[in-house]
Structures are given as structure tokens and as C-alpha cells.
């Protein structure tokens, strides 16, 4: 139901820490991309403990314990794994690496917590399907785009409140900054492992489609993706955009690249722009710009009038807290497994189907 005229359009309280020091144990393992330290960040902000991390690279395990001394240097993988206190696992492996350390993890009776993209392939796909609905065990993945953003955070609570009505579409602009290509693994580079643009972090904007409609599944209308100024590495992608129609009837739009320029004030200006049949939200997340106010922008437009809400420092991540207590619990509130799941298979599905463009400018 639409929100009454003078509605309260204030965040919920911050989320607080969930368990006591020692009663949620985590280990962080293969530490590839940067996300893992946002990932254990947001978990150890809930209440967990962080036990050990794991790396063959020993640079990466004292990097890590430069910023988290709490963790033990583990000598392998398998060492966390038989550990009967650690609970979850959290890792930021190489793309097409993520899936087969899910199913060790989950074969050795422990949560699994990856960053995104979760997976590259339709056949890992089907065998974490399988894993987890044969353990009961959970495949739960970083879309940090949504659940480690606090104007995303906003945006999904004001939605539940009918500040815009129905939603009927999802805008998703995910502009990136590529940076010095030489300070970059060669993995980043190479189709195979990142899984291409609409799979990597296109999957990001897929799940708030998916989240903010509240849809279950959707179809690939039309997807392409292109590599318009890296032909010194020719398998990868530097733009890719996507139409889908979802199985409710709304729709989604994403665009995606790595061309951010160097004047920007941060990595990129993402966006999201929330269409409801009452209204409308539009998401600054990362920066507003040339207002030198930072990001975490939610605009809101309804009968009400129009709004504009600062959500940093005021929302939190509830996100962490609700996934330990589903660890614990044995419950899906933070979010469920078909649906991490399914944001996944759309990610790969339009990655699948998308049109090259790159010879057509060639």
C-alpha cells in the first residue's frame, strides 16, 4: 500500500551484533579479490569471530592479518577445513575457482560464504544446486552491491513500505575504474576466469533486479557485451549492457564497464533508478557528483513530495547479522538460496547470449 502523506521515511534502527565473540567462528580462505575484506568486515561487524585465514601466497595472508591480526595463518586449506569450530568460510577466489571451493567447503559440513560472481558456468551451477540441496548447507554470496550499501539497504526498506508503489522496473548503471591494467592479475584479463562482464559484475545489478522487483526468475531479451579499448588483451570485456523481462512482468536494464574516468572522485558513479507505479528511487550510491557530498544518495519522488535522504552512517548492513543467525538457525531470512542462485543463472544466461560487438567497430 502506498505510504501515507507525512510518512516517516527514516531508516530502520542499526542492525547490532548478533552472537557473542566466540559462538559464530569464520575462517577467510583465497584471498584473490579484494572483497573478502569487506566480507569479513560486515561479518565480524554481526558478532563473528574470526579464527584463520588461508592463501598460498603468503603476501596476501600477511596483508590480510596487517588488517585482521586476530586471524591465524593457516598452512593449507584443509586445515580450516577440519577445523570443527569454524563455521562458515568466507573466500574471494578467482571467478571460475569459486564454485569447486564452495563444494569443498560444503563436503567438508561448513556454510559457505563467496563474493560474486558465485560462479562462471551452467554446469557449477547444477552441481552447487546439487550440493546444497542435498546438504542443507549454504551457498551464500557477497552481492555487495546491495547488501554492503547503505542507500541500497534504504531503498529496499522504503520499497517494503510502498513508498513507490509496485516496482515496475530496475535501472542498474555499474560503471567501474579500471585503473593501471599492470597493477591487475592476469586472471582479471581472461574470459574463462572472470566469466565476462554481464557474468562478473553484472550479476551485482541481475540480484536487485530480481530483489527489488521481487521476482523469481527472468528472461534474457537482449544482452551484448564488447572489449572497445583493451585489444592488447583480447578476451576481455569492457562494456556490456542487458533487457530482461522478469517472470512477475517488471523489467531490468543494466549497463556496465570499466570506462570511469580518472577525474572521478571514486571508482565509479553508481546508479540504480527504481520505477514504481506510486513513484520513483534513485540510488547515488558511491558519489554525488560535483556536490562534494559522498555517496549513499537516495532520492525518493511520490505523492508525497520529493525526498532526499543521506543513508550513510544511519542504515547499517543488516545483511551479516541475518546470515549468521540463518548459519545458526537453519533459516533464509538474509536471503535465500534459489535466489542468490538465480541471479547467478541469469548473470551466466546473458553472458551466454550476449551479442560481440567489438568487430563491428573494427
Known amino acids: 500500500m502506498p505510504v501515507s502523506e507525512g510518512a516517516n521515511y527514516a531508516p530502520a534502527p542499526m542492525p547490532q551484533p548478533v552472537v557473542e565473540p566466540g559462538e559464530f567462528v569464520i575462517a577467510a580462505a583465497h584471498l584473490d579479490h579484494g572483497h573478502i575484506y569487506g566480507m569479513t568486515e560486515g561479518l565480524i561487524g554481526a558478532g563473528a569471530t574470526l579464527k584463520w585465514v588461508y592463501d598460498p601466497d603468503p603476501a596476501k595472508v600477511e596483508a590480510f592479518r596487517a588488517?585482521?591480526?586476530?586471524a591465524q595463518a593457516a598452512a593449507t586449506e584443509a586445515e580450516i577445513l577440519a577445523d570443527p569450530d569454524v563455521h562458515?568460510?568466507?573466500?574471494?577466489?578467482?571467478?571460475?575457482?569459486?564454485?569447486?571451493?564452495?563444494?569443498?567447503v560444503i563436503a567438508a559440513g561448513k556454510d559457505y560464504f563467496t563474493d560474486k560472481a558465485p560462479l562462471t558456468t551452467l554446469d557449477q551451477l547444477e552441481a552447487?544446486?546439487?550440493?546444497?540441496?542435498?546438504?542443507g548447507l549454504k551457498y551464500a554470496v557477497y552481492y555487495s552491491e546491495r547488501v554492503h550499501v547503505e542507500a541500497a539497504v534504504l531503498a529496499g526498506q522504503l520499497i517494503e513500505r510502498g513508498a513507490i508503489g509496485k516496482v515496475l522496473q530496475v535501472i542498474g548503471l555499474g560503471p567501474h575504474r579500471i585503473g593501471d591494467p599492470k597493477t591487475r592479475p592476469e586472471w582479471f584479463f581472461e574470459h574463462d576466469?572472470?566469466?565476462?562482464?554481464?557474468?562478473?559484475?553484472?550479476?551485482?545489478?541481475?540480484?536487485?533486479?530480481?530483489?527489488f522487483t521481487g521476482a523469481t526468475d527472468a528472461e534474457i531479451v537482449s544482452a551484448s557485451v564488447a572489449n572497445y579499448a583493451h585489444p592488447e588483451h583480447p578476451t576481455f570485456e569492457d562494456f556490456g549492457d542487458a533487457h530482461i523481462v522478469m517472470d512477475n512482468g517488471t523489467t531490468g536494464f543494466v549497463r556496465v564497464d570499466w570506462f570511469t574516468p580518472d577525474g572521478l572522485t571514486t571508482w565509479g558513479d553508481g546508479r540504480t533508478v527504481i520505477l514504481g507505479t506510486d513513484g520513483y528511487i534513485e540510488l547515488r550510491k558511491y558519489v554525488n557528483v560535483a556536490t562534494e557530498k559522498g555517496g549513499g544518495h537516495v532520492f525518493l519522488v511520490n505523492d508525497d513530495g520529493e525526498q532526499h535522504i543521506n543513508a550513510t552512517g544511519r542504515v547499517g548492513y543488516p545483511f551479516f547479522g541475518a546470515l549468521i543467525r540463518d548459519c545458526l538457525d537453519r533459516t533464509e531470512n538474509a536471503m535465500t538460496q534459489e535466489h542468490a542462485l538465480k541471479a547467478a543463472e541469469i548473470s551466466v544466461r546473458a553472458q551466454l547470449a550476449a551479442r560481440v560487438l567489438t568487430p563491428a567497430l573494427q
Not at 67 to 70: E, G, I, R
Open 193 to 211: 576466469k572472470f566469466g565476462g562482464i554481464l557474468c562478473d559484475i553484472g550479476s551485482h545489478n541481475f540480484e536487485q533486479m530480481l530483489y
Open 128 to 135: 552447487v544446486r546439487e550440493a546444497t540441496a542435498r546438504t
Open 67 to 70: 588488517k585482521f591480526p586476530q
Open 88 to 104: 562458515l568460510v568466507a573466500g574471494a577466489a578467482v571467478t571460475s575457482e569459486r564454485a569447486e571451493l564452495g563444494l569443498r
